[in-house]
C-alpha cells in the first residue's frame, strides 16, 4: 500500500495548524508589543516637545498668574508674555517704548483636561477670553504645576 491513511492526513494537518496557531499568536503578540511602543513613544515625544515649548514661554513671562505663591499647586499654569508673534504690532511700535501695554500682553495658559490631554490657551490680556486652544500631547496622566516665589 502507498499513500497516507485518513487519520494520518487529519493528524498531520492537525499539528501543522497547531505549529501555524502559535507562530500567530507569537507575531500578534510581537505586533501588539510594537504598537504599544510606538504610541508610547510617540506620547512621551509629544509631551517633550510640550515642556520645551511651555520653558521657553515660561522664560518669556512678564508674570506668572496662576498658581500663586508656594505652597500653593494645581492642575494649570497661567502667565502672562508680551506678543512677539505678530510683525505687524513689532514694527508698529515705537522703539524707545516699553513693552508694558496691555494691548501687547498674552495671557498664556496651560492645562490637563478631560483625563487626558495637556492644552495650551491662549488670549489677549485684555479680553480675559482665551481665543486659542490646541493640544499639545494626548494619554497625559497628570499635570503639577508648582511656583515657589522668590
Given at each position: 500500500m502507498r499513500g497516507f491513511s485518513l487519520v494520518e492526513t487529519l493528524v498531520a494537518l492537525l499539528l501543522v495548524g497547531i505549529v501555524f496557531g502559535v507562530v500567530m499568536a507569537l507575531l500578534n503578540s510581537g505586533l501588539r508589543i510594537f504598537q504599544d511602543t510606538n504610541q508610547r513613544d510617540e506620547a512621551a515625544q509629544?509631551?517633550?516637545?510640550?515642556?520645551?515649548?511651555?520653558?521657553?514661554?515660561?522664560?518669556?513671562?512678564?508674570?506668572?498668574?496662576?498658581?500663586?505663591?508656594?505652597?500653593?499647586?494645581?492642575?494649570?499654569?497661567?502667565?502672562?508674555?508680551?506678543?512677539?508673534s505678530n510683525p505687524a504690532r513689532i514694527t508698529?511700535?515705537?522703539?524707545?517704548?516699553?513693552?508694558?501695554?496691555?494691548?501687547?500682553?498674552?495671557?498664556?495658559?496651560?492645562?490637563?483636561?478631560?483625563?487626558?490631554?495637556?492644552?495650551?490657551?491662549?488670549g489677549v490680556q485684555q479680553s480675559g477670553v482665551y481665543s486659542e486652544t490646541s493640544q499639545l500631547a494626548d494619554q497625559v496622566t497628570g499635570l503639577k504645576c508648582t511656583c515657589r516665589g522668590q
Open positions: 509629544a509631551a517633550n516637545m510640550a515642556m520645551d515649548r511651555m520653558i521657553c514661554e515660561l522664560r518669556e513671562a512678564i508674570q506668572v498668574t496662576s498658581p500663586g505663591p508656594a505652597p500653593s499647586s494645581s492642575g494649570q499654569i497661567e502667565f502672562i508674555k508680551a506678543d512677539l508698529e511700535f515705537p522703539k524707545n517704548a516699553a513693552w508694558d501695554g496691555p494691548a501687547f500682553h498674552l495671557q498664556v495658559r496651560y492645562r490637563f483636561d478631560s483625563g487626558r490631554y495637556l492644552l495650551r490657551d491662549v
